[in-house]
């Protein structure tokens, strides 16, 4: 079984018997197979058939023209059958549009135990390890009643991957349009039953004018009647007959008023009612539920009124070219942040500073409260709209600050009353005590010590201070000595001891020093050993004092001066010279190091440079 230029898949040579294999092409027929193609692809010759009595594209090339050697099915000539979709693979998704897992649904109930159903409930859908009753002391099996209904077996939808993620997929249309329906057939009957209360009370105003008018007339001269016939005449056209009302689902027609009635009859006010006024109720129903500021509210539509420029001024996104500067939402025309922030430009004087700085001043954050305050009170029943009524809101929010007000002095002169405390409530507050100017004059030198005047007192911390206990004169912790903390008093190291009124000598503190048995005998510690090694130092000249100051060398001063600047000058030269054309050694720093003298410390002190020194560019100028 051979073909012209497909091959025969494998699996159809495994299932024949004889097993003959595609017949090779000699040269001759390979040449008129190309004519051939040729001839379809110019439109000469008629373009192959397939099994299915379609026609093939010349033009399809041969690697997807030839049938791949997994396919199973038999063929005998030409087809395209494995580049197209499957019936039996492919779903038609629209059948199960309207199907949908049914609710409420109560299988029966048996009355004897089936073979195979849960021993506890008696369900025949599951079994006991899967039941979500409560477990019963004896089982449905051996009680023989109570049975519970079998759960209804839900039918397998298989949706596609948008049907899975559809919001309203099982949505019942016709629960939800009699829904509508009933709402504005209530709307509509509160509307018919207030209209026609209205008219009621329109009519009996105008029987009362009638009954005046009678009154009047008959007492009336002739001249009078005469008079207020022709004033009746001409006022007869503004009464018209009144329009149809609903009384108790009743319809009663429109009455005309009879003419002597009418030559008798005088209006106080129109008593016209015309269809505008349903069309004007129709247009206003739902503006009372509408909280949308900015926006203008038509019965057609509804048109949002939103940023509008004047064409002349700048946009905002051209206020600041910067890449980095405010962002501008082209969407919502906003700019929320300063266009002009990180420049030198002057606030007062650019032209827009963002819609954060419009929002955040003036009134604004007056009107969010306002409104704030309106969204609580419709929560709560009370109908108030900012729009709407705005000076009835402005009321109530101005009684609900004053009651607020006057609860909350209430409470805290009630916790007045019970704990007291009212003298910390009147004192001055904090950054007027810390941080008051006062007339107390101090003079410091230049090491910071007080020279004239009386030094700042020390602030007391939070915690208790000056508490002397056991007739000591002074606090725990006012002595140290040897690595301890003891009283200043009587230099006791004991903590809560008695005082004795006196100093204690050294002897007696500590005897066993002076016999050195227990120090000699014991090895000491690396602490220990480090206190006596600079106990054996010499002490450290006071740099601070005025009378070590004075006895400095000034030429060593200027000496040490200058070696500093070589070496500041030597640091940058390094700094700026590249790291290929470094020397080996210029790293290197000396080997003879030694500790710096009083003069070199103060030559340093003299070269600091302290940015907090108000006169410390006048001595780098000098």
Known sequence: MSQQHFTTPPSILARQKDGVAPKKQTREEYRQQKELEELRKAGSAPAEVDEEGKDINPHIPKYMVDVPWYVTYDHTRPTLKHQRIHPEKSKNHTEDLNKWYPRGQVERVATKYRPGACENCGAVTHKKKDCIERPRRVGARFTGENFAPDEYVQSDINLSWDGKRDRWNGIDINWHQTKIHDEYTKLEDAKKLLKSKKLDDEENEMNKGLNATAATTATATDEGEKQTKVEDEDNLESIVTVAEKVIDGNAEKSKEIPPETKRQAIPTKAAAVDSDDENEDEEFKYVEEMAMPGQHVDSKQRISVRNLRIREDTAKYLLNLDSESAYYDPKSRSMRENPFDGTTKDPASVPYL????????????????????????????????????????????????????????????????????????????????????????????????????????????????????????????????????????????????????????EEILHPQDEEGSIDDDRQKSMVELHREKLAKQKPSKAVGKDDKALKLDKKKIQEAAKMIDERERQANELLKLDERKRSYNSLQTDSTLAEPTEEELEAYRLKKFRHDDPMSQFMLNS
């Open 354 to 505: 963002g819609d954060n700085f419009v929002r955040y001043s003036g009134d604004a954050n007056q009107f969010a409260k306002t409104q704030m305050f309106a969204w609580e009170a419709y929560e709560k029943g009370v109908n108030v709209h900012t729009q709407g009524d705005p000076t009835k809101l402005e009321l109530l929010n101005k009684e609900f600050s004053e009651k607020k007000n006057d609860f909350v002095k209430k409470i805290q002169s009630e916790l007045i009353e019970r704990y007291g405390g009212e003298e910390h409530l009147n004192t001055l507050p904090k950054e007027l005590v810390l941080e008051a100017q006062t007339e107390n004059y101090v003079e410091y030198n230049r090491f910071g010590k007080v020279i004239k005047g009386n030094e700042r007192l020390t602030t007391k911390s939070k915690y208790t201070e000056d508490i002397y206990e056991n007739n000591h004169t002074s606090v725990w912790g006012s002595y140290w000595s040897k690595g301890k903390w003891g009283y200043k008093c009587c230099h006791l190291l004991i903590r809560q001891s008695y005082c004795p009124g006196f100093v204690l000598q």
